[in-house]
């Protein structure tokens, strides 16, 4: 099986900055697209960001130019580093993973616990 396990979540002022990392760990043979989600009180949980094996990147229009996700393929760990934050990020910030556990096995997706980002004065 696969694991995912968040760091790096809290409480921060307006205008801060927090980095998010996931790790995956297990059985895997192949890491597709990672990515955050999150998900607010009363809402459905939506994309942030996801980056491909490749590197290449999107986000939601909310968080452009504020948020920037990467990630280390030797570690198999995803980062969000998120700046100039604001009060409607305020969330559980989740991670996923889009894992091949063997050679020609379907890609299955993989979520973290969450973890809870509070942006408040």
């Known amino acids: 099986q696969v694991q995912l396990v968040e760091s790096g979540g809290g409480l921060v002022q307006p205008g801060g900055s927090l980095r998010l990392s996931c790790a995956a760990s297990g059985s895997i043979h192949t890491i597709n697209a990672m990515g955050w989600y999150r998900q607010a009180p009363g809402k459905q949980r939506q994309l942030v960001a996801g980056?491909?094996?490749?590197?290449?990147?999107h986000y939601a229009d909310s968080v452009k130019g504020r948020f920037t996700i990467s990630r280390d393929n030797a570690k198999n760990t995803v980062y969000l580093q998120m700046n100039s934050l604001k009060a409607e990020d305020t969330a559980v910030y989740y991670c996923n993973a889009v894992v091949q556990l063997r050679v020609g096995a379907r890609a299955l997706d993989y979520w973290g616990q969450g973890t809870q980002v509070t942006v408040s004065s």
């Open positions: 980056i491909s094996s490749g590197g290449t990147t």
